[in-house]
């Protein structure tokens, strides 16, 4: 049936699974055939009792007799709320076994950001980022799998998983293609929480959905069971009553031979009362045919779940431990528990479990509910006492009834607490949740509010606006809190893209304080989200009071160095003198470097102000000032595991870093790598733009068209655009990859809403929002008057703004809109700034377009070599092709 058909007791649950047993062999066979083999993942699914676990078992047992290391885990139902419950029993054991140092030696820079999620390191004084946690656990996986390969992992019941482990789970199997490890799940098919996650988990492995058993295998079972006396319609009956279900059928044969009834038709009739006996109701009534004490030991070990020992069931249970031991044999005889497989038990994990997830759920849901809820919190007593914390303890915590317990209230918060340590934001929050049903008493009460609303703010925006509103309406927050509350606010509404209540909301609290640090920062908060908004002004003459509020400041604290940042950004958007710009950058530095308090990872202002400060001075011709901090921010979010929102910015603006030195390739590379992070956050959010407008920005400059088109079709980079800016401007961006395309038409109309968008802002930095360039060309055949007009106004503006950059850009484009020796005269001009300039794309395209004005072959030669070295393909197809012209030669 099966290859070296296995033991009785593994195959009669292995029937009809031929080929699923022959996927699994298929799958080992590769695994085992070269250590540089791909991975791959096999999931099981099917209804309850259809024989998942026997595959799994088997599974082990074929991958074992092969030399594998095989690590298996089992989701449970009532421990969901646990959070990487699931992922711990799987990787704890062989972390375990190592020393300390040896388990921070193979997890690296890793171990303090996965460690305490695994359970074998203490958690940071931070919050954890949950993706970088996420991807702290793939990244020990696949360290410990270079040492254990050929690795097998096994997870059972996958429906009822954490919702943590699921993530990593999801995460993991995508990356399977450089790792090779085998990773076989079970679950149910359906809608479960963890259903969006196990379903991207079947989309990258082979996924086979398991049927009930046919009359003729459940006759063959029964007859390989009870004997072959046992006749048709006595088969047949079994498999009515069972509907073929592999477990159901063997739990009702084990009864037939435990009641010795004889396996042929007249006793056909007696099948359906016995199968009752065997779930739902029936077991019930079996367990409590055993007595009140094993009925009590049973619901005590139901109600754990996990980590079941004799000891442990005899204190939840207030048995003493002789009257246990002897209920553990009669639940042992009974099929309800059993002692866990030695092939796969972990120390300290319990000495007994339930024969089947079905009947730990009957057991447990048969509990009354009083009862259940009483022995919950016995059971929460007990983890504490134990010393395992309050994190272990709010499962139990969780299922009691409120009761005004302030004690209790305060040991969920503490569990909270230490739920984010380990970067678990929903446990936590379940937690929280529960602390407001007690309820908390009137002065902590907006507290807790405030902790949820921290608590979700980069999960649930929306949850965590009507959580910190509700705190703010109530006593009980003050001073530093809750104008912290009020700027996580602010940034929540930010994030729901509601920023113009952001603004009021900042504005409102700021005008309770007197002047000073407080409402300094507040102001500082306020004019940061309206340096941020992409419509009309949030208020008139925004830019004048920010300059005159900037204008007093020394940088002699956080609120004022942040003032001079913001001072500085919107001076370089409006196109101001670039010097004065970064004489403002510069004040809000010391010695060179950002501020105590002021730092990447630092959550009091966030990332958007120090983005600012390095585009600041990247527009400035700065670039060396900005790429370190670009670079630094990178490095922060890597080592600290932050691997979101923040990572996929940090990674865009490395990437517009490389963009304006001419770094084309690099910066592809790294854009592209920051979309794939933005997609895991979510489409639409401003990151995801800003990675999707600086790649096309990217790939227009090599050259690379078609890709650019490609790229903005797929990830929808066109109206509507978000409410917040975006660096380098996307209209701006859209309307020169329209002209590239040949809409010529769309590409102008695209560039003059860029121009009403940057009017209405205030913006007039030809380099950050240059449509006036490009709009200038794009006219030059159809409109040569107003083409000249903005080729003059963008001479201005980028004169007064001062940079090289900027200069010479302009030239550029005045440039091509001239014939003979005036043309020559602009595009010499155009090239002495831009090779002043450090942005080397444009200093490869004036040098270019310089040598075709002036048919000089050593121009275009260097123009080549320059284009050559940025990436630039198109630039450099262009200085070829006219090399190759023969009349220039």
């Known amino acids: 049936m099966t290859e070296g058909r296995p033991g009785e007791a593994a195959s009669v649950s292995l029937w009809e699974r031929d080929e699923e047993v022959a996927a699994v062999v298929r799958a080992l066979d590769t695994l085992c055939a070269d250590r540089s083999t791909p991975g791959s993942a096999l999931v099981f699914q099917g209804e309850a009792g259809l024989g998942k676990t026997a595959l799994l078992a088997e599974t082990r047992r074929l991958a074992e007799r092969r030399g594998c290391t095989v690590w298996s885990a089992r989701g449970g139902e009532i421990l969901r709320s646990v959070p990487f419950n699931v992922v711990r029993q799987l990787l704890q054991p062989a972390l375990v076994s190592l020393m300390p140092e040896e388990a921070r030696e193979y997890l690296g820079d890793w171990y303090d950001i996965a460690g305490p999620a695994l359970g074998i390191a203490a958690p940071g004084s931070r919050q954890a980022d949950p993706q970088g946690v996420i991807e702290g656990l793939v990244a020990a996986v696949r360290r410990l799998a270079g040492r254990e390969w050929p690795l097998v992992l096994l997870i059972d019941d996958a429906h009822w998983a954490d919702q943590e482990t699921l993530g990593w789970l999801a995460a993991f199997t995508q990356r399977l293609d450089d790792l090779s490890v085998l990773v076989v799940i079970a679950r149910r098919a359906g809608d479960t929480a963890g259903a969006r996650h196990l379903d991207e988990v079947a989309a990258a492995a082979g996924v086979s959905d398991l049927s009930a058993l ?38 009702l044969l084990a009864k037939v031979q435990d009641s010795e009834m004889d396996p042929v038709e007249p006793h056909a009739g007696e099948l359906r009362a016995l199968n009752r006996t065997a779930r739902g109701g029936g077991l019930v009534a079996r367990l409590e045919g055993l007595g009140i004490d094993a009925t009590r030991f049973a619901w005590a070990a139901a109600i754990l779940g996990t980590g079941i020992s004799v000891d442990l069931v005899a204190r939840l249970a207030t048995m003493n431990p002789d009257d246990a031991r002897r209920c553990a044999e009669l639940l042992r005889g009974a099929r309800i528990l059993t002692d866990p497989d030695p092939a796969h038990a972990r120390a300290g994990h319990g000495d007994l479990e339930f024969v089947h997830p079905l009947i730990a759920s009957a057991v447990y849901n048969s509990v009354p509910d009083a009862l259940r809820t009483a022995m919950h919190g016995i059971a929460a007593q007990l983890v504490t006492d134990s010393g395992m914390g309050a994190a272990a303890a709010s499962r139990h915590l969780l299922q009691v009834h409120p009761d005004d317990d302030e004690e209790l209230v305060e040991q969920l918060r503490q569990a909270a607490r230490e739920h984010l340590a380990v970067g678990a934001p929903d446990a936590a929050r379940r937690c929280l949740e529960r602390a407001l049903l007690e309820p908390p008493t009137p002065e902590v009460h907006a507290r807790v509010l405030y902790e949820l609303g921290c608590a979700t703010l980069l999960t649930a925006p929306a949850t965590t606006i009507e959580h910190l509103q509700t705190a703010l309406a109530m006593p009980g927050l003050d001073g530093d809190t809750r104008v912290d509350a009020v700027c996580r606010l602010s940034q929540a509404l930010l994030h729901n893209n509601q920023l113009e209540e952001a603004v009021r909301t900042v504005e409102a609290e ?196 078609q890709e650019a088109w490609q790229v903005a079709e797929q990830y929808g980079f066109a109206p509507p655009y978000p409410s917040t800016i975006v660096i380098p401007d996307p209209r701006t961006v859209r309307g020169r990859l329209l002209l590239a395309v040949g809409r010529t038409k769309d590409g102008i109309n695209e560039l003059e809403a860029a121009e009403k968008a940057a009017t209405v802002r205030g913006h007039h930095n030809p380099v950050m929002v240059p449509w006036a360039v490009d709009l200038a060309r794009a006219l030059a055949a159809d409109d040569p008057a107003r083409a000249a007009q903005l080729a003059t106004d963008a001479r201005r503006q980028a004169e007064r703004f001062g940079t090289d950059t900027a200069i010479g850009q302009a030239l550029r484009c005045a440039a091509a809109l001239e014939t003979g020796q005036r043309a020559v005269r602009l595009a010499a001009r155009a090239v002495a700034y831009l090779e002043a300039s450090p942005c080397q794309y444009e200093h490869a395209a004036a040098r270019v377009e310089y040598g075709i004005a002036i048919r000089s072959v050593a121009e275009l030669e260097r123009g080549l070599a320059l284009a050559r070295s940025c990436g630039a393909d198109g630039l450099a197809d262009l200085a070829r092709r006219t090399l190759d012209a023969e009349d220039l030669r």
């Not at 069971?225 to 159901?248: I, K």
């Not at 001419?662 to 895991?680: K, Y």
């Open 510 to 705: 700021a005008a309770r304080h007197e002047a000073g640090p407080t409402r300094l920062r507040l102001q500082a908060v306020q004019y940061m989200w309206e340096g941020l908004y992409a419509g009309e002004a949030t208020s008139p003459g925004r830019s004048q009071r920010l300059a005159e509020l900037a204008a007093g400041c020394t940088g002699r604290d956080n609120s004022e160095r942040a003032l001079l940042i913001l001072r500085g950004f919107d001076a370089m958007a409006r196109g101001e003198n670039a010097e004065e710009v970064a004489e403002l950058c510069d004040r809000a530095l010391v010695n060179g470097r950002l501020a105590p308090g002021l730092g990447w990872t630092d959550t009091e202002w966030g990332i958007e102000l120090l983005l600012m400060l390095a585009s600041a001075y990247a527009y400035c011709d700065r670039l060396d000032r900005a790429e370190a901090l670009y670079t630094e921010g990178l490095s922060a979010y890597e080592c600290a595991g932050w691997s979101g929102g923040h990572l996929a910015l940090a990674l865009a603006y490395v990437g517009l870093g490389h963009r304006r030195r001419g770094r084309l390739r690099e910066a592809e590379r790294t854009l592209r790598e920051s979309l794939r992070v933005a997609e895991r956050v979510g489409r639409g959010l401003p990151l995801y733009w800003t990675a999707t407008c600086n790649l096309v920005d990217t790939l227009l400059a090599r050259g690379h068209v």
């Open 214 to 251: 046919t009359p003729e295998a459940t006759a063959g079972l029964t007859r390989a069971t009870l004997g072959p006396h046992a006749d048709a319609a006595f088969c047949r009956e079994v498999w009515a009553v069972t509907a073929g279900n592999p477990y159901e059928t063997v739990e």
